[in-house]
């Protein structure tokens, strides 16, 4: 079916792509909500069927804005494919990224309104799936609306990919990315899918960690002992596993795992620079966490160490008795789960390796130590001094009307990771969804003057982007 | 219902009580299977009707040797008391002390034979409760048998205290002793429930280990938080309760809290003497335990270590996620389950302050910490020097033919320390079990030659006990 021309055409060619935005806003808002009011719960069985409905809606509607559509099935939800349509000629290609399912909505009872019901308070519009992510791939798509619509020319081909299972780990993605790995190999890929720091500061998120998960067992006796009648003349696994896990991390917060450090790529001072900008309160921050007083490694800010410094966390314990009251045994075992966070440019493997390397020589003879390494995922960094990045700067502050700042992740963001591996490309994160957006929880808004604003970026952003690649 | 004579009473009269035992020892053997294939498993509400029919069975048997008996219902199972013909005036009066009820037999599937259908083989009586205690108890009562069936004359009173309860903690035993306080005021308890290190190794069990148990839980932030969002800038709970754990002991095995040995009695060189008779072998003792080494506080036996000294153990560790696979977290708390082990003289209340003490101040300030005591026990200590431990340790001698020994237990058995509680009265414990006795697992067994040398201590035992008082 050829792409059609929006009803409007007529007046809209008159028109800038920014004016057309302004002056199509509501419209755009109402269909906002229309997209929100599908329950497109990836999760859960029973919305099945709905989930299936709203990959059809965005599919009709990205055909309506004038794009070509694909709907294709895999195993689990179906992933919708949107292109502009393409002219002659080897043009850069982009690819942007969103999904169309949502987390679920429970606990409902906490929502001050209905999930699926979308409502407008003040600048915000409350809905699940209003921030994460309908609404910001949303925005992307009426940036190419209003260039189409208005007559406009882009600079470049353009490929939407919004899957249906962000929220249950994107099973499907990978094997859908080689599959198609011809038609969407591309110049960049931009993701709108993460957050910006505050309404004045627009930003590129050009880095994530990574992660090499550990499980350590400490084995003690054959099978748990009377602590009365044994105990005193055997080691405690517990014990022993405490004593391990209190070595890994010296008192100014740094692990003390050799090597540990080794591939960790210094921050440079421009990047220091950026996250120093960024806001913080130590008081609030503290209160918002719920801890007595923050803790981290020396030498580093909070914001530094929560995204551009390695970690190592224990995720859990466990040993012996953990009922009511109490079991006096010495208990067989003891086992902890560990979970290192990895910065350019650690490899999972590598940090899984030294740290049960490490802990295999503090490990007393008087226990047995079993390590097993668990997943893994390699850190992300696009250089922020390259010329993709410094277009997308600028165009975040055309867009937003504020100097961006440059972002690190502390999370990981693996499909950031699998573009780069299937199709060779780097990823753009531009993210619009603010710190108090409540994604994942009851009450998610977004806020609409981001939805215009990064509807705006949109309508910017290709023109910079192929100017890059060419210069 | 008076006393009656047993039926062998006329040429009984004839022999000193230890050649009636010889005599009698195969019949013997057949009543103490008629008892042990009551299936008196007392944590089993489908066994009830079985704990009161063996009660009964136990009362009429006392009945039948010549004791006076009572059969006291309680909330619970039923005690059982059984006093030897009281003579007139201020005799010594010592308490035996037993229990018919029995461990639960499973799994049944271990077993060689039949739990509850008694098996000879060479020396050894098969049968859920054969060593622990019905075939222990009941060769005092043979003794006892013994002594008035041959025509002697006890030097003393005794009383059978026979309860159903001991397997799941002795809940009506107390409030029982209370009760009949004045009837059951003695000079002595004697309770033959312990074990002994071999057959060549009689022994007097002369101290038991307290306990205090206190519970440890370390708060983070207020929820589970984002490991790669948040992690690095605040403190992990599992991470500092792995670190005030791995403090509370150096490497030689010494617990660091200070006054933790304050009011610790060192052993005597007498008792250091005793303690070093007892077999070890170090590498089989490992083996049995299934752990790689031993480890126990420098400076001090294997043996020393379980039994005569203090220890701090950690019987369970809870934090964060224990399931399948990782959950990158920082958990909102950690916490452990510890219990001391005491000796005398210290106080469980004292030791749990002194922990907690200890803990707060090594707790940093960017976590919280709360501490929750748990239940305490006091250790016990007989002074083995005192005439009735001696007088003791002279009839085991006579009774096995072996030079006994002093034994500590590292365990607690609280009815010791209720019975100097509430009758005023200290306790020998004369045990008869040998280490492969199997007590609370499956193909649990009893040493007939143990029975028979039990049942002599029996004959033994009062007329020096009763002169130790004397003298």
Known sequence: MPPRRPLTAGFDFMMTPQQYLIEHQARHIGQLCDYLRLPSVSAQASHREDVGRCAAWIEAHCREIGLNTELHPTRG?????????????RRPHFLVYGHYDVQPPE?????????????????????????????????????????????????????????????????????????????LRCDAVVISDTGMPARTLPALTYALRGIAALEVIVRGPSRDLHSGIFGGSLDNPAMALARMLAALRDRRGRITVPGFYDQVRPLTRNERRQLARLPFNERSYARFLGVPKLFGEAGFTAWEQRSARPTLEVNGLTSGYQGEGSKTIVPAAASAKLTMRLVPDQSPDVIARLVARHLKSICPPTVRLETRAGHGGLPYLLEPDTSLARAAMRTLELAFGYAPVLLREGGSIPIVTDFKRVLGADTLLLGLALPDDNAHSPNEKFDLRNFAAGARLGTLLWPELAGALAA
Chains 1, 2 share one sequence.
């Open 107 to 183: 606990p409902i009872e906490l929502w001050a309104s209905p999930p699926f019901e979308p409502r407008v308070e003040g600048h915000s519009l409350f809905a699940r799936g209003a921030s994460d992510n309908k609404g910001q791939h949303f925005a992307h798509l009426k940036a190419v609306e209003a260039v189409l619509a208005t007559g406009g020319e882009l600079p470049c081909d353009l490929t939407f990919l919004i899957e249906g299972e962000e929220e249950v780990g994107s099973a499907n993605l990978v094997p859908f990315l080689k599959q198609h790995r011809k038609s």
């Open 77 to 89: 939800h179906p992933i919708v494919l949107a292109r502009t349509p393409r002219r002659p000629g």
